[in-house]
């Protein structure tokens, strides 16, 4: 499992206005699935996928993100003496995950200038991104799947998965020719095509493996779709001087900012949950 993928960022700065007025102290990225806010899954992926040194990229506001992999002795103490061994040991393993430094976007100016708050922390290897309000639901860790691909492409490789053409325009767009099975090289990327003018629909979703020249032309990327600094159009930047590859995983993807899909990975997680899934699977026979 070692890969050279060691380092991972995880941009969770953004206002998730999708989600008010439920997001507007309380952050998209902590929003619980089941019994873990998603940052959680987020940063358990990253660890199953060999990565040590993870900086969340926070905004003022979501502290509450720092509190939850912070050592909390009192609770811990609390917990031991009322004999909750399960919770405690849930706890615990919290305070060892990975080495997680945080650092502020300022300004939300989109997601490409989260990523280059991550300059410094990543220093001159390639490093993985995990968006902090998406969950992957794969056999194999996707961020590992994308580590390994990278040790064979050595050049930047984003996850995709197949959307219906017709809601493609919602997503980052990836064109490219198929290399081999899942991998393709990239000829285009489109951030949000017009809607009804997506050419693939092979979208991004929301796990990528960079090289550090994306702080270069993320340096030169002027604001995009919806007046942000785009990571796609960085990341098409690239193109001129390298190939970027797109890898189609095997596996769900779960973008929680949004209320559609918050609540139906809830119910997901629920319905393969041994404690709730039968009574929650019941419930939903008897109410639909
Ligand atoms: P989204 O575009 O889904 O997040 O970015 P958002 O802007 O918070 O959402 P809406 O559209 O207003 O509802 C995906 C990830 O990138 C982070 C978000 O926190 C989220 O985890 N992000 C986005 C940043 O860190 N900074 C930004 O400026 C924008």
């Known amino acids: 499992m070692k890969t050279k993928i060691t380092k991972a960022v995880i941009p969770a700065a953004g206002f998730g206005t999708r989600l008010l007025p439920g997001t507007k102290a309380q952050p998209k990225e902590m929003l619980v699935v089941l019994d873990k ?19 969340i990229i926070i905004s003022e506001g979501k502290e509450v993100l720092k ?9 811990e103490k609390l917990l031991e003496e009322k004999g909750k061994h399960k919770e405690l040991e849930a706890i615990r393993s919290l305070n060892h995950l990975a ?16 990523v280059l708050c991550a300059e410094k922390f990543v220093g001159d290897k390639p490093f993985a991104v995990l968006l902090g309000d998406t969950i992957i639901e794969a ?6 799947q994308l580590a390994e691909v990278y040790e064979l492409i050595e050049n930047p490789v984003v996850s ?3 959307v219906p053409l017709v809601i493609a325009h919602r997503y980052g767009v990836f064109v490219g020719d198929k290399v081999k099975e899942r991998l393709f090289s ?7 095509p017009p809607v009804g003018k997506s050419p693939s629909n092979l979208v991004f979703s929301g796990r990528y493996v960079l090289t550090p020249d994306i702080f270069e032309a993320l340096r030169h990327t002027k604001p995009g779709v919806n007046n942000e600094i785009q990571l796609t159009d960085a990341i098409r930047m690239l193109m001129a001087h390298r190939k970027v590859y797109g890898w189609a995983f095997d596996g769900k993807r779960h973008d929680v900012g949004n209320k559609l899909d918050f609540i139906k990975t809830n119910v997901l997680f629920g319905l393969k949950n041994k404690e709730i899934g039968e009574e929650l699977r019941e419930w939903l026979r008897l109410e639909l």
Request: charged fraction near 25%.
């Open 99 to 114: 080495n997680i430094q945080y650092v502020y976007q300022h300004e939300q100016k989109g997601l490409g200038d989260a």
């Open 139 to 144: 056999v194999k860790p996707l961020t590992l």
């Open 186 to 192: 990239g000829t285009e990327l489109i951030e949000k």
């Open 37 to 55: 806010p998603v940052i959680q899954y987020v940063v358990e992926e990253a660890v199953q996928s060999g990565i040590t040194d993870i900086l």
């Open 67 to 75: 509190t939850h992999f912070r050592p909390d002795e009192a609770l």
């Open 160 to 162: 995709l998965q197949e």
